[in-house]
């Protein structure tokens, strides 16, 4: 059992307000930076920015205290001792106070004249199927953009795949780097409004919810049949907003399929997802990927094929 400390309100506060990217620095954690926030690369879910944070799995945020006590289990005095340190005179330094940012209106960036590259790391990179493609950039949901960095001296190579609502204006953009070594960004572009996440609308009674839209196009290309009558969309995380949209748009929905990825992020987003449907009268159905995600099952199903031709060209 925790020891009883008689914090005063200043220690509170003074805890609540640990710059949480420096402290979770000093704790050896790795972050990557996600516009304007950071993300845990151990849990991609949990945002921080400043003293604050939030987890778009289970749609909880706070300060500091809370999350120590979520993120480390732990109780409330062990979580105030471990931010102020054993003198509890502030171990951490404070984050620096938000300053009000002025909204930006959401803007598509650039289109570039060429799709190569986007069809080259879709197809070859990704093994989308070829038509699936071809459908979504007819239709102006996927296109390449090239931007230049503020200095002038770099291109930046991108895949945008847009959400549009429902008067055909777009409201969304998630760019996906077209680099096929490393770690290439994702992020969804400032000012997105999260109700328009990436969508298709094919207007039947059935809607397949994922987490990214390279996920989307994957489960289109295992299972291409009739694809086109469904309905699908692309949450860009694991945020409910975009499902709830598709409900408003789609009254005609009867069955919803949570495709999200096999993870524990996955699992507790589909959990919750499914109660929020259920709430609605809406049949909730969990179908999960064999691997961590649609695209890894769809680049194991093109492997095994290829191994498979291989022993037909040598035996048969």
Not at 43 to 60: K, L, M, Y
Not at 106 to 120: K, N, T
Not at 221 to 250: D, K
Request: charged share 30%; net charge negative; with cysteine.
């Amino acid at each position: 059992m925790s020891k009883y400390i008689p914090f005063t309100t200043e220690q509170k506060e003074r805890a609540a307000s640990v710059d949480l990217e420096e402290f979770l620095r000093r704790r050896g954690e790795k972050l990557i930076t996600s516009g304007r926030d950071k993300r845990l690369a151990s849990d991609h879910s949990i945002t921080i920015r400043g003293c604050e944070w939030f987890d778009h799995a289970t749609e909880q945020g706070g300060r500091a205290i809370s999350f120590v006590k979520q993120f480390y289990g732990l109780s409330y005095p062990d979580a105030m001792s471990l931010l102020l340190g054993d003198d509890l005179g502030g171990r951490y330094p404070v984050a620096k106070e938000k300053e009000p940012e002025p909204a930006k209106p959401f803007e598509l960036p650039p289109q570039s004249e060429s799709m190569r590259r986007v069809y080259a790391y879709l197809l070859q990179k990704r093994c989308i199927d070829r038509e699936t493609l071809n459908a979504f950039v007819r239709k102006k949901l996927i296109y390449k953009s090239c931007e230049r960095s503020r200095d002038g001296t770099k291109e930046y190579h991108n895949a945008v795949f847009v959400g549009f609502d429902e008067h055909g204006v777009p409201r969304h953009g998630h760019k996906r780097g077209l680099y096929t070594m490393g770690q290439g960004y994702r992020g969804n572009i400032e000012g997105s409004d999260p109700k328009h996440s990436f969508h298709y609308l094919g207007g039947d009674d059935t809607l397949y919810v994922f987490e990214a839209p390279i996920d989307l196009l994957s489960y289109i290309s295992l299972f291409p049949e009739g694809w086109q009558e469904h309905n699908y969309v692309a949450c860009c995380g694991t945020s409910s907003i975009p499902v709830l949209e598709m409900l408003r748009q789609l009254p005609q929905l009867r069955q919803v399929y949570l495709c999200l990825d096999n993870d524990a992020a996955g699992h507790a987003a589909s959990e919750r997802m499914a109660k929020l449907l259920e709430e609605r009268g809406i049949s909730a159905e969990q179908l999960v990927p064999q691997q961590k995600d649609w695209n890894d099952d769809l680049k194991a199903e093109q492997e095994n094929k290829m191994e498979r031709s291989a022993l037909c060209q040598t035996f048969c």
